[in-house]
Structures are given as C-alpha cells and as structure tokens.
C-alpha cells in the first residue's frame, strides 16, 4: 500500500534551519506532482509548497514561506524534502508530504516542528 514517512523534524531557534525528507513507498513516486503539508494546533492543515511529476522542475510555495523555504525531490530515492530556512514561530506546526493535490487515505504521521527561543 501507499506510504508515506516524514522524518527531520525537531526543536530550533528562530532563524535556525531544518531539513524535511519524506520517502515514499507503494507508488510509482516519479509520476506524481508532491506536496509538503503543515498543521498548527487548532488550524486546518494547509498547503506549504508543491513541486511537479518528474524531474520537478515546477514549484509553488505559500506567501509565508516563500524565500524561506525549498521542495525538491530525487526520484531514484522516492524521496520529496523540504528545506526551511530563518524559521519562525509561526512556522511550528506538523508537517506532512502527500501528493497534490493530497489523498486524503495517505496521511502518514507527519514530522513536528517547532521553533521557539
């Protein structure tokens, strides 16, 4: 089946980096557009950033973390990763990746950022 496993979360200062990776298994990973996702306690969960099928040449990101953050991926690894950059607090939240647009039956446990002094 389908599965998708967040790793690289953890604990950092405001302005600190972390880097995000997520492997895939169960699917064809290279044909999909995929998507990193965030939830913060008591909101909807929200689109970060997708990145096209294939070589990923296409990406988009949410206003509030445009020039913070990157997608990418590397097909031969099944692997999507997010790169954040000067992190905020209001970056904290579970991030999840999926593809995009999401199916909703393969939300994995996601990976919990969270950026306080």
């Known amino acids: 089946q389908v599965q998708f496993v967040e790793s690289g979360g953890g604990l950092v200062q405001p302005g600190g980096s972390l880097r995000l990776s997520c492997v895939a298994s169960?699917?064809?990973?290279?044909?999909?557009?995929m998507g990193w996702y965030r939830q913060a306690p008591g909101k909807q969960r929200e689109l970060v950033a997708r990145i096209s099928s294939g070589g990923g040449g296409s990406t988009n990101y949410a206003d509030s973390v445009k020039g913070r953050f990157a997608i990418s991926r590397v097909n031969a690894k099944n692997t999507v990763y997010l790169q954040m950059n000067s992190l905020k607090p209001e970056d904290t939240a579970v991030y999840y990746c999926?593809?995009?647009?999401?199916?909703?039956?393969?939300w994995g446990q996601g990976t919990q950022v969270t950026v306080s002094s």
């Open positions: 169960g699917t064809i990973f290279s044909i999909y557009y």
């Open positions: 999926n593809r995009f647009p999401p199916d909703t039956a393969y």
